[in-house]
């Protein structure tokens, strides 16, 4: 079995280490559509993570705001937020897809571009 080594740029790792732990968190207590939808999230997110490893910071900077995002939601009660939020995490990450020029996982997402706020920004997202 022949391959190339892999260039793995030091944020990366931790990035895609989130968005699988914060997955596996999730497996325990979603079933259905919402675990469906957050795994159709994870792998989006892993491949802009990776996609993006040579990237401008830029464009990187915005892969790891919609990471955190995914990741970072929580409830006042420590809970994990509901498949509304989720279905914002969605809009974040087909946003920040769409501005990368990554149209195509938007199919993944079940998203078309005309679905998307285009006055949210991922920056701001994190702020709601």
């Known amino acids: 079995m022949t391959g190339e080594p892999r260039h ?3 944020g990366t790792d931790v990035l895609i280490r989130k968005v699988d732990s ?5 497996r325990g207590g979603l079933h259905g559509p919402e675990l469906e939808l957050a795994e159709r999230l994870a792998r989006c997110l892993r491949e802009l993570v990776v996609s993006t490893a040579q990237a401008s910071a830029a464009d990187r900077g915005q892969v790891r705001v919609a990471v955190h995002y995914f990741v970072l939601r929580r409830e006042s009660r420590g ?3 509901s498949m509304r939020s ?3 995490a969605e809009r ?3 946003k920040v897809a769409r501005q990368l020029g990554r ?3 938007l199919t993944e997402l079940h998203l078309e571009s ?5 006055a949210l920004t991922p920056g701001d997202a994190l702020l709601r």
């Open 8 to 10: 793995v740029e030091p």
């Open 22 to 26: 914060h997955l596996a968190t999730l």
């Open 79 to 81: 809970r994990l937020l």
């Open 86 to 88: 989720l279905a914002v």
């Open 92 to 94: 974040v990450v087909a």
């Open 103 to 105: 149209v195509d996982l």
């Open 114 to 118: 005309a679905d998307l706020d285009d």
